[in-house]
């Protein structure tokens, strides 16, 4: 049994022009999973990278331009051992306690409409989901190719559950299957299928 531990921090912030804004500071950590975000109104500002050890901003390139203080990714190191440290001591205190999971939306559908021959990209939304832990894989005529499929963070939502977005750019032909055939997650109690068939 896994337990998941969420810190959050909202503040709410305002300005001389009365316009409210609300920024967040997201530490997610479980057994297998680590995740520290910086948000506001909504949207991912900065995450930690723990993989390739470094601070990502995430803003677009057209916003102005922000970054956050020197130590920043250091700091989130160390509030995710914070974090397992306060994980480890909830298990004991509260012997190990079920822990709740909310069933996964999943939309699949493509960019454009689907013409044969012309490159497009079939995007798969998946929304409303606790805990933050999914696997996916897209397959084209029964071979997996995951690995040309994009992935993006994890962002989450006011009630704590989580969203994702997996897109697969494609030229369909005449005859082609995609394939969606692993969506693993503790409150599913049978993978998820999709297939997307291209006819002439």
């Keep these: 049994m896994k337990l998941c531990m969420i810190l959050t921090c909202a503040l709410l912030l305002f300005t001389e022009a009365k316009v409210l804004h609300r920024d967040i500071s997201l530490i997610l950590c479980s057994e297998t999973d680590r995740e520290q975000i910086y948000g506001l109104d909504g ?73 044969l021959g012309y490159k497009n990209t079939l995007i798969c939304y998946i929304s409303g989901f606790y805990p933050a832990h999914v696997g996916v894989s897209w397959t084209r005529n029964n071979v997996n190719v995951t690995d040309e499929a994009s992935l993006s963070r994890y962002y989450v939502n006011d009630d704590g559950s989580f969203n994702l977005v997996s897109a697969l750019s494609f030229t369909p032909e005449e005859g082609d299957i995609y394939t969606l055939p692993l969506w693993r997650h503790g409150a599913l109690e049978r993978p998820y299928d999709q297939n997307m068939g291209c006819a002439g």
């Design 43 to 115: 949207e991912e500002m900065w995450h930690a990278d723990f993989r390739l050890e470094k601070g990502v901003m995430t803003l677009p390139q057209f916003a102005d331009p922000y970054s956050y203080v020197e130590g920043t990714y250091e700091g989130a190191v160390s509030n995710i051992e914070t974090c397992k440290s306060n994980l480890a001591n909830s298990k004991k205190a509260n012997n190990y306690p079920a822990e709740p999971k909310d069933d996964p939306h999943v939309s699949v559908y493509s960019k454009d409409d689907v013409v």
